[in-house]
């Protein structure tokens, strides 16, 4: 009796157990059975995903696969009509875990992660933004990860070990070529030999483990590698895209302004993932069970145990997924309200990120981007209402970004636009050549007009068009008015502080980085920082601490130990002219990589000189903080901007260092409007000088000098010694037009006169141009 009562009960706890997985065993068997049917189409389909559509953007991999689609129906291949590559090489719970070790939440991203886990080949990553690079770090640690780049001594005895013991391997930071001891690795060259998998590596068979994977990365944004390469590989392109970095971006600014929003967001998604896994992991318990189950089930004391707590466990999960999944849509709702500030700051990196087609120079990390939009958010106003505070972090991170990078604004002097032809087949500008023909006469007096871009469009295209549109028109017709027109449309639609070029402030450049950030200086004709850079270092009591060496043949080992003795002692290191040695290039590369990733002293700084050159480092310019003294282009902004720039080059103790202080202020001012006005005539090139001379700023700080010493040596002023001093010897040195050296008395003569010491406002004569 007390036997058949506790089967009795056991068989009410099976039943009651299993009826709630009844129904959704059917319906999963149901399923199952209807996705058999097309699992040969979509087995073709996800292949050829994963081995062909890597190395694509988003629209390309969807115009494919759309061409593959119709191309299967047309040969009878069934496949789902709601195919999808990511439901059907993965699950939720895996893509989680992937998002919580770094990988972007676009699907993009996870398409990418798809490919680099399930490929038949080992990935080959194009990783300019390091994204894949610190997800494969995160996601294999518990594997024990060896990283290797082609530069490190000893790598292949690192594969070996890996090989051997199978552990994971990132081959990271590669160029457009391997090492060719690498090949049996790339093309998987394995034999059976006594029934162990054998490969040979540096001419010695060593025993390969299944488990052992490598990976490869790239920093460079549009590789060319060759046959032996990308066939043995599987090309996956890991660009950042615009959807997943705004999501980044989301999460960084709400975790700075909501901490404890963001903070619950995290454990949501940890308990989630963990949550729904565990379900999974129940689920097979209890069916492993019963498979193995012999005899009567009733009779099974571990199965009718299991039962109960899987039935507990089961329906305490489902009851926490349900809380957190709802407190999750409340999560994101009350994140969306940031989504603005991160959409702004996203386009923004992508507008930065294609000016790299400028110029070569011109790269920018994403861990520096990053850091510039965190400290945007905590140094931006603050605000009661969300709305005021997105309108402040965007107009205040916009102008970071803008005064960070306002080096490359000149580049709109050089774009094509069609002429008036091919304006006339642009939407909304159908009808222009009939405008021409019609009223020939007031386009032209728009045209000969000094000043266009102030006057309105002709007949009905002033009402027609926008202010953008309207630069059109002086982009087909007067291509020397567009940086003016292009001036007031920044001025009208952003506020007049973007056009007005900042000052290059190298202190606060120094105070914003860290040791292991190298700072780059981008060259332009006629401007040396080394003056500036030499005063900074007075200034911060580094003038003994300071070594510099200009670059060339022979000088790389010199550097090299300049740079290991300043890691370790503290001091600034200069290496000037870097284009000089571009062939040393790669290794201050992988100096700097140490540099990252060891303990440096806290006062070490190493500084970079170099002209544009295609041929200096991706990773040094991504890594390093770029700074440039290329003169602004814009003529009265320029003048302005040159002013405050020379400004900068004279310490406040030079400014009392001098026994007549007045004077000497004043006929500073003299001197630098005398350097800025020589300087914005050479933008006119043979207009404004019969020849093109090399004025720089080591004639301003030697002119400088002079005037210092010449006011403190004479009571009187010495303007005859003054004017030869610097118009005939600093200046005029350059000089070898008759003509030009005329000029150049001619701007020293209204410069330095008693009239700039002794009347009050003393106004420049106007004959600036």
């Not at 999560?331 to 507008?351: H, M, N, Q, S, W």
């Not at 939009?373 to 972090?393: G, T």
């Not at 002692?569 to 040393?584: D, I, K, P, R, Y």
Request: hydrophobic share 40%; with cysteine.
């Amino acid at each position: 009796a007390e036997l058949l009562k506790l089967k009795l009960e056991r068989a009410a706890t099976l039943v009651d157990c299993l009826s709630g997985e009844r129904q959704r065993w059917e319906d999963t068997v149901t399923d199952l059975d209807r996705r058999f049917d097309f699992l040969p189409g979509d087995c073709l389909l996800a292949t050829a995903f994963v081995s062909y559509l890597g190395p694509f953007v988003t629209n390309y991999r969807e115009d494919m696969m759309s061409i593959w689609q119709a191309e299967a129906v047309n040969l009878e291949v069934v496949y789902s009509r709601d195919f999808n590559v990511i439901n059907f090489l993965s699950d939720p719970t895996t893509i989680r875990e992937w998002n919580i070790q770094g990988l972007p939440a676009d699907s993009f991203s996870t398409e990418n992660g798809i490919i680099v886990t399930h490929g038949s080949r080992w990935p080959l990553v194009i990783d300019p933004q390091c994204q894949a690079q610190k997800w494969i770090k995160a996601m294999e640690a518990k594997n024990h990860l060896e990283v290797i780049d082609l530069g490190m001594k000893g790598y292949m005895g690192v594969v070996e070990k890996a090989v051997l013991m199978g552990l994971p391997v990132l081959l990271q930071n590669i160029l457009e070529t391997i090492d060719p001891s690498l090949n049996p690795v790339l093309g998987k060259a394995i034999v059976k030999q006594g029934g162990m998998n054998l490969i040979k590596l540096d001419d010695k068979m060593v025993t390969y483990n299944d488990n052992f994977k490598f990976f490869i990365t790239t920093k460079l944004t549009n590789p060319h590698y060759p046959p032996e390469i990308s066939t043995k590989t599987t090309l996956v392109n890991f660009a950042v895209k615009e959807q997943g970095l705004e999501a980044q971006l989301l999460g960084i600014v709400v975790r700075k302004e909501k901490p404890q929003l963001e903070e619950q967001k995290d454990l949501l998604v940890t308990t989630i993932a963990k949550g729904k896994r565990t379900l999974l992991e129940l689920e097979s318990e209890l069916l492993r069970l019963l498979n193995e189950t012999r005899g009567s089930l009733l009779e099974d004391a571990e199965l009718f145990n299991t039962l109960q707590t899987s039935k507990a466990i089961s329906e305490a999960v489902k009851k926490s997924l349900e809380v957190s999944e709802k407190t999750e849509v409340q999560i994101d709702t009350a994140r969306e309200g940031y989504r603005p500030c991160a959409k702004r700051a996203a386009i923004l990196f992508f507008v930065l990120n294609d000016m790299g087609r400028i110029d070569p120079m011109y790269q920018f990390a994403l861990d520096s981007y990053i850091l510039l939009f965190i400290n945007s958010i905590n140094r931006s106003p603050k605000a009661v209402h969300l709305n005021e505070r997105i309108a402040a972090l965007n107009e205040y991170h916009t102008y970071s970004v803008y005064n960070s990078n306002i080096f490359l604004l000149a580049w709109l002097n050089e774009l094509a636009w069609d002429n008036v032809t091919e304006l006339d087949k642009l939407p909304g500008f159908h009808g222009v050549i009939d405008s021409f023909e019609q009223y020939a006469r007031d386009w032209y007096n728009w045209y000969i007009n000094t000043e266009p871009e102030s006057l309105p469009l002709i007949g009905e295209w002033e009402g027609v068009c926008n202010e953008f549109q309207k630069m059109l028109f002086v982009r087909s017709l007067r291509q020397d008015r567009v940086s003016f027109s292009i001036t007031n449309f920044i001025v009208n639609q952003l506020g007049p502080q973007f056009v007005e070029p900042p000052v290059l402030d190298i202190k606060a450049v120094l105070e914003e980085s860290v040791p292991q950030t190298p700072l780059i200086f981008v060259l332009s004709p006629g401007v040396d920082p080394t003056g500036a850079l030499i005063q900074l270092a007075e200034v911060s009591d580094m003038t003994s601490n300071f070594q510099s060496i200009s670059l060339g043949q022979g000088q790389a080992p010199i550097a090299t130990k300049l740079i290991q003795t300043g890691a370790k002692e503290g001091h600034w290191v200069f290496l000037a002219n870097c284009h000089l040695s571009l062939s040393w290039m790669p290794k201050l590369d992988k100096i700097i990589e140490l540099l990252q990733s060891g303990e440096v002293h806290s006062k070490f700084r190493i500084w970079l000189s170099s002209s544009p050159a295609p041929e200096f480092p991706i990773s040094i310019l991504q890594a390093g903080i770029k700074m440039t003294t290329e003169p602004p282009k814009v003529l009265y902004f320029g003048l302005k901007a040159n002013l405050k720039r020379l400004y900068q080059l004279i310490t406040e103790d030079q400014f009392v260092s001098c026994q007549y202080p007045e004077k000497y202020k004043k006929l500073l001012f003299g001197l630098c409007f005398f350097h800025s006005i020589l300087l914005e005539r050479k933008k006119f090139q043979q207009l404004g000088w019969n020849v093109v001379y090399s004025f720089n700023d080591s004639d301003f700080l030697v002119s400088e000098n002079l005037l210092t010493i010449y006011l403190n040596e004479y009571q009187d002023t010495p303007w005859d010694a003054l004017k030869y001093l610097i118009a005939g010897v600093s200046y005029g040195g350059h000089v070898t037009d008759d003509w030009d050296r005329r000029l150049l008395g001619t701007y020293i003569n209204q410069y330095f006169c008693e009239d700039a010491l002794n009347v009050a406002y003393f106004r420049y004569p106007h004959i600036i141009l």
